[in-house]
């Protein structure tokens, strides 16, 4: 049967080189990358790093120091008229608002962030980023591995597509956790920004500790979960390799 779609052979060779290419790689990356990395991964979480269990050792001294109270026998002596911000309330009378104190630069030069969490994070960060790659080239693989769409005998296509899926919620999960690092360190940013305006409040201190010790739990827990992910995809995919590699039995085999 002649083919309905014209392909130049060049180009045909070369995907075809492809294809080849993708299919050794993701068979290597199952049968034996996700075994080493699981295992380098229970190995790191029994590192001292990330095995801290008083909590105190991870926080990072805020040196922005306390002014000195000013005191005023009116609230609007040494202020400018111009410069008093005040509100005016529903009833009419008005009331005088205590503004933050005005951030032109940090008096000790730039606040440096946690050294101790950074360290770890630079470490969490290129595992995120080797499971999203591997996924995505064992979830390629799978996918190529598709036969054409036909009427009944759709077991094994089934199972394929179960694979792909679980690949692609892995992939979805460690980019979630890139996303949960830019958000600790935005939240951490915000809430040191507020003690420099506002150095007399301590909540702001304790929670800029609070959300130290929290991102310090779930990193703790990311390793974890790649871990996890390595062993289910790699327990997932041997386990169901016939059918993946083979998804459609032949009417020779239907007969035995």
Not at 59 to 77: A, F, K, R
Not at 203 to 210: I, S
Request: proline share 4%; hydrophobic share 35%.
């Amino acid at each position: 049967m002649s083919s309905l779609l014209k392909v130049d052979n060049e180009i045909k060779t070369k995907v075809d080189a492809f294809r080849e290419r993708i299919s050794a790689e993701a068979e290597d990356l199952v049968a034996n990358f996700f075994p080493k990395k699981l295992l380098e991964l229970d190995h790191f979480l029994k590192d001292p790093c990330i095995n801290i269990t008083e909590l105190k050792e991870i926080h990072s001294e805020i040196n922005l120091t306390v002014p000195d109270p000013i005191l005023l026998s009116n609230l609007n002596d040494g202020l400018e008229g111009q410069n008093a911000k005040k509100r005016k309330l529903e009833d009419g009378s008005r009331e005088d608002i205590v503004t933050g104190t005005k951030v032109f630069v940090m008096p000790g030069g730039m606040m440096k962030c946690n050294t101790n969490l950074v360290e770890l994070i630079e470490k969490v960060k290129p595992e995120i980023r080797t499971l999203i790659e591997k996924c995505n080239t064992v979830k390629m693989w799978v996918q190529l591995l598709i036969p054409r769409i036909e009427d009944g005998n759709n077991f094994g296509v089934s199972i394929q597509e179960e694979t792909v899926a679980e690949l692609r919620t892995v992939e979805g999960e460690a980019a979630s956790y890139l996303d949960q690092i830019s958000r600790y360190y935005i939240t951490r940013a915000k809430l040191v920004s507020k003690i420099a305006k506002y150095p007399h409040v301590e909540d702001y201190r304790r929670t800029v500790t609070e959300i130290d010790e929290k991102e310090y739990i779930s990193l703790k827990i990311i390793v974890s979960e790649l871990r996890n992910q390595y062993v289910t995809l790699h327990d997932m995919i041997l386990k169901n390799i016939e059918k993946i590699k083979r998804p459609r039995s032949s009417n020779t085999d239907a007969l035995y």
